[in-house]
């Protein structure tokens, strides 16, 4: 995700130096996304092949802080799909967070 400098709005158990660290790991995959869309409870960003291992440890890392939401690795032939649903509110910010 890449979180903005704005105050976070969703629950998250990371501290805020842990928080930067993610969020910035998170940026790093900027140059590998495809795509960014909004689903019915959610959001979807397809990330380039090359980022299958560290979209799918970043996610598994991501389930551990920010348990109310479900984290989906999936890898296709032309890409990885990370699907992230859960309650409207926090999804949002999150998805304000990735730039959806």
């Known amino acids: 995700m890449w979180v903005t400098e704005a105050p976070r709005s969703f629950p998250c ?3 805020e130096p842990d928080l930067a660290e993610r969020a ?3 940026r ?5 996304v495809l795509s ?10 397809a990330f380039d ?3 299958l291992e ?3 440890r970043l996610a598994k ?3 551990t802080c920010c348990g109310w939401a479900t984290w989906s690795v999936e890898a296709h032939p032309d890409h990885v799909a990370l ?6 509110a926090p999804v949002d910010a999150l998805a304000a967070a990735f730039e959806v």
């Open 13 to 15: 158990e990371l501290s």
């Open 24 to 26: 910035e790991e998170w």
């Open 28 to 32: 790093a995959l900027r140059p590998l």
């Open 36 to 45: 960014r869309v909004r689903t019915a409870d959610g959001y979807q960003v």
């Open 49 to 51: 092949l090359a980022a």
């Open 54 to 56: 560290r979209v799918d």
């Open 61 to 63: 890392a991501e389930r």
């Open 83 to 88: 699907e992230v649903t859960g309650p409207q």
